[in-house]
């Protein structure tokens, strides 16, 4: 019998030992796989205890809400009859009830029910934070709780798409871009602090907050004002759809946040940080430079301290003063969504550790991803109208249900058209796409002509006009940083060349009204005892002499010698070129300069370019139109030398005055009202004099508005609803539709 060999043995013994231990290995560790799975399903059932408990908590609160509210429904009978007499929601309701959509109907009526019963004592119960013995700063507007409630009628039913039209598709949505027709997108979907009476200037109401309390500070001395904020204000969730395929949004986004007093300091800090350079940041950093602090006490409360100065009385008393108009920005301050233009489209944050106060006062990373950010396109909401998407024709905006005012808005929704230029607008409006329109004053003849044939008689739908002085003027501006317009004898010599008289007969079909000054004629600011200069072309020719400027090489063209060149008197005039008008009155104007030797030549841009000179101050001169601001005007933004030479500033000419600057600085301290238009006056009088701009005119604007558009008033004219009132324009947000044009 044959043995087999030692080697062969050691080896079988070697692979049985091998197999034996993979055995246990494989055992072993079906025991740790075991365990793990049990250890997973442990904490699988702990979290759906967990999330069961969170689920019954919930329905706990919900049902405790519930019972409050309906304790304060039966403790407040009076006040919900008010509520619900004129029937604005209950009847909005009603028709979607009938469309079957009964949940719907619950969650608004649950919203309707918490916004409108919002008397006092419910709504400071619990703020341990708020002083009930300190008045509140913030007034009632019995506009709002009142005047309309009783205008409606009872059948009404809130409903209808309000149709406007606006000039060129914006470049972005920012919330600091510093274009009035993007602003005032924003405004509408954003809500301040407080907000103006209706129909009344210097005047403040309730808006998000709920009450402002003025205090002083037992330490310090110093006054401060303590914001109070309502518990049910809301973050509309982004909506992927809004986004291009690829922007992928994270969950983080696509739910409801709570405004809070952080949403309020994280807009201040964004203002106040220097490396955020757009156009609005540049311009409200001027106004809010003089906040101190801005202290977060908890989500619903926040205070604002102002920086004082000691002032000296006409007695000689020193006395320290904040801002007189402190209060009123105070109440202008608005929210910055935090849960979006903090972090990147993954959900993670642009800035990891932001612990620290001053985080968004001062990162640099940070603000420049604020300035391209992702969400640049979008309007981030929470006020009376909801952002609901953009697309190359249009923006969508809908009501929010939930707002607390539920007056705020009395259409359903608004779409914006873009058209290229006001002629397109005015073709829309024609054939009933647009319900109102500001019609140009070159369109007005063609309006007459339009309302005789027997394509207008035929329409369901009449048109009316309404006229008024709106707070706005055209104008001119000299950048003073140009070798060309330093001197003001110059700049003079710029006005006594245009006719301004003739651009308003004859471009604006007399709707215009000559100015002298940066107010509106309508303000108590406006010096209306200062004369226009007059059109003068010989005077402009003797000045621009006087200041060196010759035809030496007899050309046509007056030249002077400038740091040892001979330099001719050529320089270029941007303009938005899709604006007609605007176009008509800079071709007057190279044709008014040609006569006195000054060859102007003209640079039609669009939004974006005009936006992009106007901010880098990268112009000869600039043709724009300025919206004013409501009294009381503070001048700061647009003339006091710290914007000059600011990138971004409204000080886009680089005006510098030290005189102004001292009236500017006189009247953020002084409260009473006669020295205050003394100071206006005198201001009025050195801009005058020194033609920073040529004052064009102050356009008279005609709204046209069709047959169904109800409400459509100025307050000023309507003392019967509105005791005291002084503004002088319509307001739109109160405009509704009976009925409404698609039925």
């Not at 309000?162 to 405004?187: E, Y």
């Amino acid at each position: 019998m044959n043995k087999e060999p030692i080697g062969l043995y050691i080896f079988r013994f070697m692979i049985g030992l091998g197999l034996f231990a993979f055995m246990i290995m494989l055992y072993w560790s079906s025991v740790l796989l075991e365990v793990d799975v049990k250890e997973l399903k442990n904490d699988i059932n702990q979290l759906k205890s967990e999330v069961l408990t969170s689920r019954l908590e919930v329905d706990r609160i919900h049902d405790d809400v519930m019972e409050a509210v309906l304790d304060e429904q039966k403790n407040n009978k009076e006040l919900m009859k008010g509520i619900f007499h004129n029937n604005v929601e209950l009847n909005m309701l009603k028709s979607v009830a009938k469309s079957g959509n009964i949940a719907y109907v619950g969650d608004e009526l649950s919203k309707f029910t918490i916004a409108l019963n919002g008397n006092e004592d419910r709504i400071f119960r619990g703020r341990h934070q708020i002083d009930p013995k300190l008045p509140n700063l913030l007034k009632e507007d019995m506009f709002y709780a009142d005047t309309i409630p009783k205008m409606l009628d009872k059948g009404f039913v809130l409903r209808g798409v309000r149709r406007t039209a606006m000039i060129g598709k914006p470049d972005n949505l920012h919330p600091f871009n510093n274009f009035a027709s993007v602003s005032s997108l924003v405004s509408r979907c954003i809500g301040t602090v407080a907000t103006m009476e209706f129909g009344k200037y210097e005047t403040m109401a309730p808006d998000m907050a709920v009450k402002m309390e003025h205090r002083v500070n037992s330490n310090t001395g110093k006054s401060e004002f303590w914001v109070h904020l309502r518990d049910n204000m809301y973050w509309e969730p982004l909506q992927q759809e809004h986004f291009p395929d690829d922007v992928v949004l994270a969950s983080h986004f696509l739910h409801k946040y709570r405004v809070t007093a952080h949403d309020f300091k994280f807009f201040y800090d964004a203002i106040m940080n220097p490396y955020v350079t757009m156009g609005k940041a540049a311009a409200l950093r001027t106004y809010y430079r003089d906040i101190e602090d801005i202290e977060v006490v908890d989500d619903l409360t926040f205070i604002v301290r102002w920086k004082s100065e000691d002032v000296v009385d006409e007695e000689g008393n020193i006395t320290s003063k904040i801002k007189y108009v402190a209060k009123e920005l105070t109440g202008s301050l608005q929210p910055l969504a935090r849960f979006v233009y903090q972090y990147f489209t993954d959900g993670k944050k642009i800035v990891e550790d932001d612990s620290a106060s001053d985080t968004y006062r001062t990162n640099s990373v940070w603000a420049q991803n604020f300035a391209v950010h992702w969400a640049k396109n979008i309007i981030v909401s929470c006020g009376p109208w909801i952002f609901d998407g953009m697309t190359d024709r249009s923006i969508r905006l809908k009501r929010n249900s939930g707002y607390h005012n539920p007056y705020a808005v009395l259409v359903g929704a608004q779409e914006i058209t873009f058209r290229d230029t006001p002629d397109a607008v005015w073709q829309d409006f024609k054939l009933g796409k647009l319900d109102t329109y500001g019609i140009l004053a070159d369109q007005l003849i063609e309006l007459e002509d339009f309302m005789k044939t027997s394509e207008y008689q035929e329409q369901k739908f009449g048109i009316n006009r309404l006229d008024y002085l709106g707070r706005s003027y055209n104008y001119i501006g000299w950048n003073q940083a140009s070798p060309f317009f330093r001197s003001k004898k110059v700049r003079k010599a710029m006005t006594y060349a245009v006719d301004r008289k003739r651009i308003i007969n004859q471009n604006l079909n007399g709707m215009a009204m000559e100015i002298t000054g940066p107010f509106s004629p309508n303000s108590p600011s406006y010096d209306a005892t200062i004369e226009s200069l007059p059109y003068d072309p010989q005077k402009a020719r003797r000045l621009l002499e006087e200041d060196g400027w010759y035809d030496s090489e007899v050309d046509g063209i007056r030249d002077k010698e400038i740091d040892g060149k001979r330099v001719p008197f050529r320089f270029s005039l941007t303009y938005y070129v899709k604006n007609p008008t605007t176009k008509a009155n800079a071709e007057y104007i190279v044709t008014a300069l040609k006569d006195i030797g000054v060859e102007c030549v003209l640079n039609g841009v669009g939004i974006a370019d005009l936006s992009a000179a106007f901010d880098e101050k990268s112009f000869d001169a600039i043709y724009l139109g300025w919206s004013l601001g409501s009294p009381p005007e503070d001048p700061r933004q647009l003339w006091h030398s710290a914007g000059s030479r600011e990138k971004g500033s409204s000080n886009a000419v680089g005006f510098e005055n030290k005189e102004v600057d001292s009236i500017i600085e006189a009247l953020q301290y002084e409260y009473d009202i006669e020295r205050r238009v003394a100071l206006y006056r005198r201001f009025h009088a050195i801009v005058y004099e020194e033609a920073p701009y040529i004052f064009l005119y102050a356009p008279e604007s005609v709204m046209l508005y069709r047959d169904y558009v109800q409400n459509v008033f100025i307050p000023k004219d309507r003392q019967d609803l509105i005791p005291g009132a002084n503004v002088s324009e319509p307001d739109s947000s109160i405009f509704w539709f009976n009925p409404p044009p698609e039925e």
